[in-house]
Nanobody, 125 residues
Framework: QVQLVESGGGLVQAGGSLRLSCAAS????????IYWFRQGPGKEREFVAA????????NYAASVQGRFSISRDNAKNTAYLQLNTLKPADTAVYYC??????????????????WGKGALVTVSS
């Protein structure tokens, strides 16, 4: 069992930045691919970013490429999502997820083994 807890959400003006954290406890964190998804108001949950077990491979949704950055610190059992140049369209609940075998590209949301409860990011115009 892995417990994931997101933190760092909040209210920010357009153009601003936030850093989300995903703290993991339970099984060996470094055995898992880590993902960030988000669900905006009235929208379906969508993929944002993924990172490999060792942190050397990443993948991003086109809508956040060049603005967001995913990273992880396996020694601290924590993953991060740096959100820069935020837009009102980035307003959403951001979820951290973990999968043993999902990979960074050819995965499905159904592949996730564990989910956090989410952190709300609100971007004002």
């Amino acid at each position: 069992q892995v417990q994931l807890v997101e933190s760092g959400g909040g209210l920010v003006q357009a153009g601003g930045s936030l850093r989300l954290s995903c703290a993991a406890s339970g099984r060996t964190f470094s055995n898992y691919f880590i993902y960030w998804f988000r669900q905006g108001p009235g929208k379906e949950r969508e993929f944002v970013a993924a990172i490999s077990r060792g942190g050397g491979d990443t993948n991003y949704a086109a809508s956040v490429q060049g603005r967001f950055s995913i990273s992880r610190d396996n020694a601290k059992n924590t993953a991060y999502l740096q959100l820069n140049t935020l837009k009102p369209a980035d307003t959403a609940v951001y979820y951290c997820a973990a999968s043993r075998f999902g990979g960074v590209k050819l995965f499905r949301q159904d592949d996730m083994d564990y989910w956090g409860k989410g952190a709300l990011v609100t971007v004002s115009s």
